[in-house]
């Protein structure tokens, strides 16, 4: 029997654009769930709370200052968030964590994402570092479909396991090769060195990986990767913020140079949403202390918002 899952009654916490909070997803009636996973598996006991742990409350505090109102016009968007329709945003809250425990957090999240899957919304993961989703990728079973998955990072996280670890931040895209419901993978923004030996390269060529590097993107434009992409397709975005370039998301741990901007984001967001049906995603690595004026926080809300407002220009909620 699945267990009841609700946040802890904290009516202090603060939700994302002040949306509604949903204390208890088996009543979760939302168009879009914002949902938070703080907590990876770690490598070490140091990163049992690491910074990005943190990062899920630092969105929702900055998001107060991305958005005007949900009446003004937004240009990004081509118009206000909802449209005029009538769409439903809940704010479920965070899956918390326990110290006794450490390895329930991942079974926890991946039950807390099939209820909201379930329950017909677009699930927005805020991490938390870039393990989260693989218990968000797991539970897109629920679906019933194969789904394209779309990783925007500057390292391709195939890892089998680091320190006998093999659901870390290194390894989310190795996982999801191994899941029945994932069919082609594009990697996107790759660039520099990580923790990917020749190996995993390998690994990632020999599975089909569509491997994309942010220079390419920059010479060739986003538009050029989303064609490269079938059209009618389930897809699912996976956004480390250390994809983007520092100079537009520099509270991240690993700043690389060279990485995505804001405009190839929007691209990639609306295209998405309009080649087929963009189930969900996650946005993950930020490191609210290194952040500079939330700079970081505030760029990770406005991806959230974008693929709202793309979501009711396309149709999903009609």
């Known amino acids: 029997m699945t267990p009841r899952l609700t946040v802890p009654p904290r009516r202090s916490f603060q939700t994302f654009l002040d949306f509604p909070l949903c204390e208890d997803l088996d009543t979760l009636d939302a168009d879009v769930a914002i949902f938070g996973i703080p907590y990876g598996d770690p490598y070490n006991l140091e990163e049992a709370t690491n910074d990005q742990s943190h990062a899920p409350a630092a969105i929702r ?38 110290v006794r425990d450490l390895g329930a957090h991942y079974p926890r999240a991946e039950a807390a994402v099939r ?13 938390g570092d870039h393990g989260v989703p693989i218990p968000v990728m797991r539970a897109l079973e629920v679906l019933g479909e194969t789904i394209t998955l779309i990783q925007v990072d500057a390292h391709i996280d195939w890892r089998d396991e680091v320190n006998g670890v093999r659901e870390g931040y290194s390894s989310p895209m190795r996982r999801a090769s191994e899941m029945n419901h994932i069919g082609a993978i594009h990697q996107l923004g790759i660039r520099s060195s990580g923790s990917a030996r020749s190996e995993e390269v390998a690994a990632a060529r020999a599975y089909g990986a569509h491997i994309v590097t942010a220079y390419e993107i920059h010479d060739r434009g986003m538009a050029a990767v989303l064609e490269r992409i079938p059209d009618g397709g389930h897809y699912y975005l996976t956004v480390d913020l250390d994809g983007l370039d520092p100079s537009v998301a520099p509270g991240v741990m690993a700043r690389t140079p060279g990485g995505l901007l804001y405009h190839h984001m929007r691209t990639l967001i609306q295209g998405l949403t309009r080649k087929g049906r963009l189930v969900g995603m996650d946005l993950n690595e930020i490191a609210p202390k290194y952040d500079l004026g939330g700079i970081t926080c505030g760029i990770a809300g406005r991806m959230a918002l974008m693929y709202i407002g793309a979501a009711v220009r396309a149709g999903y909620f009609d």
Do not use: M, N, W
């Open 115 to 127: 209820k909201i899957l379930s329950a017909g919304a677009l699930p927005i993961v805020f991490g």
């Open 61 to 98: 505090r900055e998001s107060e200052s991305i958005l005007s109102g949900l009446d003004h016009y937004d240009f990004d968007i081509g118009g206000t968030l909802f449209d005029g329709r009538d769409i439903k945003v809940a704010d479920a809250g965070d899956i918390p964590g326990d």
